[in-house]
């Protein structure tokens, strides 16, 4: 595809919020939340749905029988098919709306609100310049099902939620000759306006905290019973452990990281001062940088093999910045090429997890780390 979507990692709060200072120059921004990377599709288009008839009959049929059946529960009277169609969406009926929102904080916390689930590497938030071309009038009499275009619609405040949320919708339109539903972001006039911000999960978890600090939690995006029982819950149970996960993290840090030393000289403090962090366990892992050689290299300790998966991570984050994100690596003046090591006592013990992981071995004897690509001797001092 010939435009390609502008992509940035971003791995904190501040720097999430600084892109959008630098970015954001006014006029209608919308915002979408994925722990994921996956396809910018409406549910009724997903792969895990198989419909038993036509999808536009299916579609058309639950609608119908969503407005049917939902009067009881409502105290109002949606004016029109489309706040229909809002108010389904956001109960959890299967539409051809997905769901944004103009508040960025909120795209925020749907990416990192869920501290048990096995997140990817990355979380996606999508970045949406609006113009008002894009915008269906929901006044007129057009009804969703007609779109000839897939367009950007503002719901009515018909629910809490929705003004909690801020709450925008893309309504996708139905190609016949394909039978299927468009990627948001494979279509031309909107994929050139996208941006895609990518969020690696092991930051998730500090960024929640972060949010919560704010006001951004369950009970301010649900403002209902559901969302404040969820945030109860949370706020007694999993933030525990998330707290005792950091502080078992700060513990190796400690415990694992050394200063490095150059042919037995203790390396000048200034010389570890840039640093790459990685959020892991909701802390910054710090991997120590030496500015002396060819090139940075990054040195890592394993005491406790545990914690290797962590590190190996952290190994594979920092290779995909040097090979694909230069202008982030000259943003943080890392601009030489990087090269890690995990360094692990009983590294034939896990070989099978550090495949693909260049290794050094110390060797009491010669008292250094060797390795056949490896030329520089470093050994261990301690951290003043």
């Not at 009959?57 to 609608?63: D, G, L, N, R």
Request: aromatic letters at 12%; one cysteine or more; charged letters at 30%.
């Amino acid at each position: 595809m010939k435009n390609k979507i502008n992509e940035i990692i971003v791995g904190s709060l501040n720097t999430y919020i600084k892109y959008l200072e630098d970015n954001c120059y006014g006029g209608l921004v919308l915002f979408r939340g994925q722990a994921e990377d996956r396809p910018l599709l409406p549910k009724i288009a997903r792969a895990q749905y198989k419909w038993k008839n036509n999808i536009l009959k299916t579609e058309c049929a639950m609608f119908e029988e969503f407005k049917r059946k939902s009067r009881p529960y409502l105290n109002f009277k949606p004016e029109s098919d489309w706040d229909w169609l809002a108010l389904a969406q956001h109960y959890g009926l299967v539409t051809r709306l997905l769901d944004w929102t103009k508040n960025p904080l909120a795209a925020l916390w749907f990416l990192v609100a869920d501290p048990k689930k096995l997140y990817k590497e990355y979380g996606i938030i999508w970045m949406f310049p609006v113009t008002e071309e894009n915008i269906v009038d929901a006044s007129d009499k057009l009804s969703p099902f007609e779109c000839d275009s897939t367009k950007v619609f503002q719901p009515n405040h018909i629910t809490k939620r929705i003004v909690a949320q801020d709450g925008w919708f893309t309504v996708h339109k139905y190609v016949k000759s394909g039978r299927k539903f468009l990627r948001f972001e494979t279509l031309k006039k909107y994929r050139k306006l996208l941006t895609k911000i990518m969020i690696p999960y092991e930051s998730f978890d500090k960024i929640r905290n972060q949010l919560n600090q704010c006001g951004i939690n369950s009970a301010s995006i649900f403002p209902d019973l559901d969302g404040l029982c969820s945030h109860i819950v949370w706020d007694n149970s999993s933030r525990k452990s998330e707290r005792e996960e950091i502080n078992d993290a700060l513990r190796f840090e400690t415990e694992a990281l050394r200063a490095i030393t150059l042919e037995g000289g203790l390396c000048p403090t200034h010389h570890l001062k840039t640093q790459v962090g990685f959020s892991i366990g909701g802390h910054r892992m710090i991997i120590d940088a030496i500015l002396d050689g060819p090139e940075h290299l990054y040195l890592i300790e394993v005491k406790n093999s545990t914690k290797i998966d962590i590190l190996i991570r952290a190994w594979r984050h920092l290779i995909a910045l040097s090979k694909s994100y230069t202008d982030y690596l000259k943003s943080e003046e890392i601009t030489r090429p990087i090269k890690a090591f995990i360094i692990a006592p009983d590294y034939e013990k896990e070989s099978s997890r550090l495949s693909g992981v260049p290794i050094l071995k110390y060797d009491k004897k010669l008292k250094k780390f060797v390795n056949k690509d490896f030329i520089y001797r470093f050994i261990f001092g301690t951290r003043k």
